[in-house]
């Protein structure tokens, strides 16, 4: 069961990722973008990290309602308010939770999910961050409907997720700033499905 301690655990897990792996992040989004998208999530991330130290927090939701709208007001282009959404829905699915298993995970991915798609309109095969998500929630509700623990739904989530964003590299771009090459974003992983999975690797280290 994952509490407040695990859910802080969590973004400085990520924050920590994304702080080590910008370089790489921005590489892939210098192939098929504008080559920021490490330096996008290890600002925002760095100041989603900080939140656990500076103030108290009374719940899981109120704490990644905190982090979603510290990543809408850090982070600029499409992955700020992509990824800003994804956690103040994930909040919203999560209120009045104190202790979340493998049912309220899996809600609170569904609805940040839900959230990117509101936001950004891609669908699946789009070349996007949800097609890491996708395979992902599926992975996700398959492995807890068959008993599943939440470190057990969450490994087989990141394991997805690591599947779908391979499957990205063959895939033409047809949302954000990748869709203006076309044919050329062919032949490169895309950088936000890389930080999904990333995201999902770190939440089935620290969501236990
Ligand atoms: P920007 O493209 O504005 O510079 P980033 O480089 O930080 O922002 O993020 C790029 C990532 O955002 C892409 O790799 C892709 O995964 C994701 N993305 C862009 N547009 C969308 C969209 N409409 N829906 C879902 N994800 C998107
Ligand atoms: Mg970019
Ligand atoms: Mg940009």
């Known amino acids: 069961m994952a509490n407040l301690a ?8 990520y924050a920590e990722v994304v ?14 973008g504008d080559a920021d998208h490490g330096s996008n999530m290890k600002r925002g991330m760095a100041k989603a990290a900080e939140l656990a130290g500076a ?15 510290t990543l809408v007001s850090n ?4 992955s700020g308010p992509l990824y800003g959404t994804f956690f ?8 009045d939770v104190e202790e979340a298993g493998a049912a309220e995970v899996g809600a609170g991915l569904r609805a940040g999910v839900e959230g990117i798609l509101a936001r950004g309109k891609a669908e699946a095969g789009d070349k996007t961050m949800y097609d890491a998500w996708a395979p992902a929630l599926e992975a996700f509700d398959s492995a ?25 590299q063959e895939l033409i771009a047809r949302k954000g700033r990748a869709s203006y090459l076309g044919e050329r974003s062919r032949g490169h992983l895309d950088p936000g499905a890389t930080s999904s999975t990333m995201l999902l690797e770190s939440a089935a280290r ?3």
């Open 6 to 13: 695990s859910f802080t655990a969590w973004i400085a897990d």
């Open 19 to 32: 702080n080590d792996q910008a370089d790489y992040l921005t590489d892939l989004d210098r192939a098929i």
């Open 55 to 69: 103030e108290e927090f009374a719940s899981i939701d109120v704490y990644l309602k905190k982090v979603g709208m």
């Open 75 to 78: 982070v600029g282009g499409a």
């Open 88 to 95: 103040l829905r994930m909040a919203g699915a999560l209120a």
């Open 144 to 168: 807890a409907g068959s008993g599943s623990d939440l470190a057990g739904a969450l490994g087989a989530a990141a394991e997805a997720a690591a599947t779908g964003r391979d499957a990205t």
């Open 206 to 208: 620290t969501l236990t």
